[in-house]
């Protein structure tokens, strides 16, 4: 059989129309416009940092090659291998001091490429020429040149010859290179503390880029403006542009990558021919919109409101809006009445189904009687002929209140736990007269509870039960009684000295767990079939009745109830 195709939302329907005819073509041409203009944008804008990039590499190209010709020019110009001769001549160390730091502050003081140069000879010479450049005070630096960096740095160049060395000390560059005398042998170097911003100061004009790395013989200046040494297991950087420089005996590369970039940002125009675009399309497109939601959405919004009220519960629910249609006018009408004609039945089935309960536990309450008033009448007619006229009496009185519970002439389906034990009381009273003190009987109740409403007649007759198949037929034994609490239910228990098979056992829990019980299924389980009716027609899934071999020679009869509909 073909299955039926289900009708589509219409909703649905004119919102796609909408969006086919009128949206979707403007939409089309706008991307695509957007589209061609992204990729001329991108174009000139990778053009423009390629441009820029090549400039800041330049930059720093010049300012490195300016601070590696300064470093020769110490040794060309020989001024401090001549104040070196002089002192070996004439070990007056005061005027090499002199010299030096003379021709380093003329040379050097002004020079923005560095912070200081230090002058450290490779002999045992307890002086420390240096210079810092002028607005740099303080003596930290020099102060750390000499205690940590000028042991490393002399041992670095110890091979370097005429090479100049780019080092890296805490995070700080140096330039280092040996002075030769005129056996071309070392007798100093001259190490010179790069100003780090000045000497990148050109990166810092490449626009549209969003890291920049610079790599610098072994050490690299990464994106976030940290100086150090290469690792030896680090490869290759992967960036979107890469630009080698030129510096003589040194290698010099520079990475970036480009920033993202918003081109309706950068291109004013084009802002200003998509808000033409929108102010042109929009009105057209509200008044659509709203008419279609004063047409349909919002009369379906309202049908589906209502419809979701009446299966809420709220049975005979009322649309009191009026419709912007004759279509959907009629759909109110309609709904209204039918709302009306549900609330009329339902009202009508419930309390046909009240009255039929009713009518029920009254029922199951009537079987009670009978099957208790023979016991009770029998043993009141043994105990009169072997006992006087006080003991005759108790026991009427306790036979009054068992009657009175059993015939629930006041009418109430639930009682406080208080009057139950009651009635509990009245009936072990008279199983006393007749088991004596074979009978032993303990208690554990909540006092907290005692005024919890139960169903009448609910704990009696698992006593009942208890006694007639177990404790008089055994002459006696241990019956246990509690009440208690647990996870919002209150629950009764009646547990006593007995012994079931597992037939037994197994026909009882097949009975209390029928939905449906045969009032021959189980035969002399009155009490324990009335009690599990009860509980259905009350309570449904939410009352429970279990009986089970708690141990060895004890059988437990349990009922739970919830504590929301037990109490009023």
Known sequence: MKREKQPGSLREKLVGITLACWVLPIMIVVALAAVLLNANYERNVREQLETDAAYALQGVENRLNGAFDASKAVSYDGVVRSAYREYQQSGDSVALYRSISEYLNQNFSREELFR?????????????????????????????????????????????????????????????RNLLDSRFEPYASIVMLCDRGELFRSLDDVRRISGVALLLDDLILDEEGTLRRLEADEGERVQELSFDGKLEGHRLRMYVSIAPYNILNDMPELRIAVAAVILLVLPLLLLMILLFRRQVTRPVETLLSATDRLQGGERGYQIGEQAESRE????????????????????????????????????????????????????????????????????????????????????????????????????????????????????????????????????????????????????????????????????????????????????????????VIDTETVSGQVGLRNVRQRLQLLYGEQGSITVEQSAPGRILARVCLPMANSAK
Request: proline share 3%; net charge negative; glycine share 6%.
């Open 116 to 176: 200081a140069v230090f002058i450290s000879f490779w002999d045992d010479i307890r002086i420390y020429p240096y210079v810092m450049s002028s607005g740099i005070q303080g003596y930290s630096i020099p102060r750390n040149y000499h205690r940590s960096v000028e042991p490393a740095v002399l041992e670095e160049m110890r091979d370097a010859d005429t090479a100049i060395r780019l080092l890296i000390y805490d995070g700080e560059l140096y330039l280092a």
């Open 328 to 515: 959907f006018e009629r759909i109110f009408r309609h709904f209204n009445a039918m709302s009306e004609e549900l609330k009329n039945q339902f009202e009508r089935s419930w309390l046909e189904q009240q009255a039929l309960q009713q009518a029920r536990v009254k029922a199951l309450q009537s079987q009670i009687n009978p099957h208790f008033l023979n016991n009770t009448l029998e043993i009141i007619n043994w105990e009169a002929r072997l006992a006087g006229d006080d003991r005759v009496s108790a026991m009427i009185e306790a036979l009054s209140v068992m009657l009175d519970a059993a015939l629930g002439r006041d009418g109430r389906g639930e009682i406080p736990l208080r009057e139950e034990m009651g009635y509990v009381d009245a009936y072990l009273y008279i199983i006393r007269e007749r088991l004596g003190e074979k009978l032993t009987i303990t208690r554990e109740i909540d006092d907290a509870l005692m005024e919890t409403m139960v169903p009448r007649l609910i704990l009696q007759p698992l006593v009942e039960n208890a006694v007639d198949h177990d404790l008089a037929p055994n002459g006696g034994g241990q019956l246990s009684l509690r009440v208690s609490q647990a996870d919002g239910n209150i629950v009764l228990e009646s547990e006593h000295d007995g012994v079931m098979s597992e037939e037994d056992l197994a026909a009882i829990r097949e009975m209390l767990a029928s939905a």
